[in-house]
């Protein structure tokens, strides 16, 4: 990418250019140097790893050192949570729709404007999975749409994609959680299995969780953020590549992160042209 263009990305996401401590090409080739050895079968450093809560919805293959779950977690496994919760196969986007909108499995319907449940182009190749709607995206019924829903677009805007065409966004939450508090567990296992229906439909090609309560849910782990950046995880039977990246309101209350969070999303792209590359 040349130095404007890659400058213009970065303005857009208010990451300072000058704040970069060694030249760009270099962050550029240790994230495609990465990206290689995450989607090369058996390339040194990879490992198989697994989920000790729930085997079944993630098989991580794993750049960096394996991951440690946590034997105990309080986060549902997409597993449990579609036990708990009982969704019945939905079969087309609409029916899932109107189901999510008239949901009442948690006891946040009482106190939601609207259930917001997805946007974006149904065909994507792309999946960005965030936490739970906020007071705007309440209000509008779409999910970020606030500040940190401007910051976000942004940051896809940055490697190509647009809510308007090649990317679809949801939240593991449908409904707010008031005063933004983190989702409880049984809030979660009432409503990732939503998630896992729209999963099933999009079938993307690649998969961004962004930020810790969207990564620990979909990789059902307990493993912190900066140990689940980095590296190519692989979500459901499809083995669908996922990597993981700050939450955008994160990076608003911590722009110095920004600049981390540009390397995370160019090891996507890299992730995603390697998986075009070998079609
Ligand atoms: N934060 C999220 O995780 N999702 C939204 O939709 C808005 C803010």
Redesign the pocket.
């Known amino acids: 990418m040349d130095t404007l263009r890659r400058n213009q990305y970065l303005q857009a996401m208010g990451v300072d250019v000058w704040v970069s401590r060694r030249p760009a090409a270099d962050v550029d080739r240790a994230g495609a140097a990465a990206a290689v050895e995450a989607v090369a079968p058996g390339a040194p450093g990879v490992s198989g790893g697994s989920a000790a809560r729930a085997p079944a919805a993630r098989s991580a293959v794993e750049t960096a050192p394996a991951v440690t779950v946590a034997a105990a977690s309080a986060v549902p496994s997409p597993t449990e949570a579609r036990a708990t919760a009982d969704v019945p196969t939905i079969t087309t986007w609409e029916s899932l729709r109107s189901e999510v909108l008239a949901c009442t499995k948690c006891p946040l319907h009482g106190s939601r404007t609207q259930g917001?449940f997805g946007v974006g182009n149904r065909e994507s190749q792309w999946l960005v999975v965030?936490?739970?709607?906020?007071a705007e995206?309440d209000r509008r019924g779409e999910?970020?749409v606030?500040r940190?829903?401007h910051l976000l677009d942004a940051m896809l805007k940055a490697i190509g994609l647009s809510r308007g065409r090649n990317v679809y966004i949801a939240?593991v939450l449908k409904s707010r959680p008031p005063g933004n508090r983190d989702p409880k567990p049984e809030e979660v296992a009432a409503c990732l299995p939503y998630l896992m229906r729209q999963i099933e439909l999009l079938r993307p090609r690649v998969m961004l969780a962004v930020?810790r309560i969207a990564a620990q849910n979909l990789l059902a782990t307990d493993a912190p953020l900066g140990r689940l950046r980095g590296k190519v995880h692989h979500f459901g039977e499809l083995n669908t590549p996922l990597i993981v990246t700050y939450?955008p309101?994160y990076l608003l209350r911590t722009p110095s992160d920004k600049r981390k969070a540009w390397e995370d999303l160019k090891f996507a792209r890299s992730v995603f042209q390697g998986l075009n590359a070998t079609l």
């Open positions: 917001v965030g936490e739970a709607p906020g995206e999910p970020f606030g940190a829903g939240n930020g939450h309101a």
